[in-house]
């Protein structure tokens, strides 16, 4: 909780530091490194000292003619010798030698650490194959990580969580999620709202309100998180999984429409539809709302991942009978956990809302006819909430632009697909996710998630279908045609870092590393 309401980081950059007499023959990569940290073995130990100050950690490298790496020199190395008696006109090539600890370019940050506290030392360097120095690694930098997708905070929800505080409207129901509602439904264009504890809560009440039951099937995208399968068990309902179309990575049209015939067939049509948008994209809603008006089915539109995205112009998640939003964590905006469900059907949003609240009658003595849960939102998070709705188009260009960055500049990694975009689709690009063809790649994913994860860089692979789960073995699956797509993006996708509010540092930081590692 402190961490999620602490100002977002952006120390400013200091100016660069005076240079005078600091070595420039040779430029390593980055010009950062050569002009605070390099120094000749030419060089008096005056302007050793100049450069252990102008760069602030405490060491510098010192190099030859070529550039390559003779030692490295510290604060305490200079005293050392100054109290012995040397001038500060000295040379640096006067230090006593001591071969210096460096590592190849390449190594991860795992390993380096583990070089580092072997030797008891903070900074290393990292060298290229004639022992120039491409990077110098200090261990508090070294070890900071980069996550999936971090929470990014505005500038409004303390302020509306402060309103909360300060009017004592701590406990659930009151005016910001009243507000957050509201807003909700203006910034997609829906008619209610119900705001909720987790985006599982949402999914669990749509099947209640559609009456799913015992015995009853639901169909499912399988391609998918587990909860957007989970509320089908718990209301004692089976689970059939629908394959993903190649063209959007959603539910197949063509296997939802199979699915649907052999149902009726069998004279058990299901009770809805689950269709999921993954990663931020719309699935093609058209045809599908075509089979399921046919059939009779409702949708649930499990639209958790793709708030700020659209499908032809319209909001996603607006689509179904009930849309299912998440604000958890890790979502392209989030309450640190909670849900919305949205409708047009303003009775079912209210009964989303007597069931979310104990499904308590309207009577003093707490009268019940029937069973609800403990699923409403709290007045604190909803004015997180709040404040984070007004930065979702912010958080939705920062990750389409951070999608572009990755497409630009990994346009030459072999085998490399991006998730497609088709043009009836404006994905939010919670996630920047792309698969390797085998045939051309010369990594496995699997590979490359754990030397990112080697340097710190939490990649992902892409769900595991639900079919493939061992959950749900047995469940009944409909593939799109003779390939089963689910599977085919399963063993070759993964998702890469997409947090709104990364560096740009921390970006080529994971491009580097791809390129390194699948280039
Ligand atoms: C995150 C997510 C959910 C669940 O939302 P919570 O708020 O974490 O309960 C459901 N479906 C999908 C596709 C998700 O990504």
Same mark, same amino acid.
């Given at each position: ?267 058990? &049509? ?27 089915? &409702? ?165 595991? &279908? ?54």
């Amino acid at each position: 909780m402190t961490s999620l309401l602490a100002p977002g980081p952006s120390s400013p950059r200091t100016s660069p530091p005076d240079r005078s007499g600091l070595a420039r023959a040779w430029r390593p990569r980055s010009k950062e490194l050569n002009e605070n940290i390099c120094i000749e073995q030419s060089a008096t130990l005056h302007r050793a000292l100049a450069a252990l100050d102008a760069s602030g950690i405490g060491i510098a490298v010192v190099v030859d003619p070529e550039g390559a790496v003779t030692r490295t020199v510290t604060d305490g190395d200079l005293r050392r010798m100054i109290l012995k008696g040397a001038k500060l006109e000295d040379l640096v090539n006067t230090l006593p030698p001591q071969p210096p600890v460096t590592v190849p370019q390449g190594t991860s940050r795992t390993d380096a650490l583990s070089v580092m506290d072997a030797h008891h030392i903070n900074h290393l360097p990292v060298v290229d194959d004639a022992n120039r120095l491409v990077e110098l690694f200090d261990r508090k930098s070294l070890s900071k990580r980069i996550f999936l997708s971090p929470p990014h905070l505005g500038t409004l929800e303390r302020e509306f969580v402060e309103e909360a505080f300060t009017s004592n409207w701590i406990a659930p129901i009151g005016p910001n999620v009243d507000a957050f509602e509201r807003e909700m439904c203006d910034k997609i264009g829906v008619k209610a709202a119900a705001a909720l504890s987790s985006g599982s809560a949402a999914l669990h009440l749509a099947m209640r309100l559609l009456n799913v039951g015992a015995g009853d099937r639901v169909f499912c995208s399988s391609l998918t998180f587990v909860a957007s399968a989970s509320p089908i068990t718990y209301q004692n309902a089976e689970p059939v999984f629908i394959d993903s179309d190649p063209d959007s990575w959603n539910m197949s049209p063509r296997a939802l429409e199979r699915a649907l015939h052999d149902a009726r067939a069998e004279g058990r &049509p299901p009770k809805a539809i689950v269709v999921v948008n993954l990663y931020g994209q719309s699935a093609d809603m058209d045809p599908i709302i075509e089979l399921a008006q046919h059939y009779d089915v &409702p949708i649930i539109e499990d639209a958790a991942e793709s708030l700020g995205g659209k499908y032809k112009g319209r909001s996603s998640g607006t689509f179904g009978t009930l849309g299912v939003f998440s604000f958890n964590g890790n979502k392209i905006i989030t309450t640190s956990g909670g849900g919305m469900l949205v409708s047009d059907d303003s009775d079912l949003i209210a009964r989303a809302r007597f069931l979310s609240t104990q499904a308590r009658e309207p009577a003093a003595h707490y009268e019940h006819k029937e069973i609800g849960y403990n699923y409403r939102m709290s007045n604190i998070l909803a004015g997180v909430g709040r404040g984070q709705l007004k930065v979702l188009q912010e958080r939705v260009d920062a990750r389409r632009a951070l999608f572009e960055t990755y497409a630009k500049e990994l346009s030459d990694i072999p085998g490399l697909t991006w998730m497609p975009e088709p043009d009836w689709s404006y994905s939010n690009r919670w996630l920047t996710t792309c698969t390797f063809d085998p045939n051309a790649s010369h990594v496995e994913v699997a590979a490359l998630v754990k030397s990112l994860a080697d340097d710190f860089i939490e990649a992902r692979p892409i769900w595991k &279908p639900l079919h493939m789960q061992p959950v749900f073995q047995g469940c009944t699956y409909y593939q799109h045609d003779n390939t089963s797509v689910s599977e085919v993006l399963f063993n070759r996708g993964m998702c890469l870092p997409s947090g709104s509010n990364m560096s740009e540092e921390e970006i080529s930081r994971i491009i580097d590393k791809i390129k390194l590692v699948a280039g």
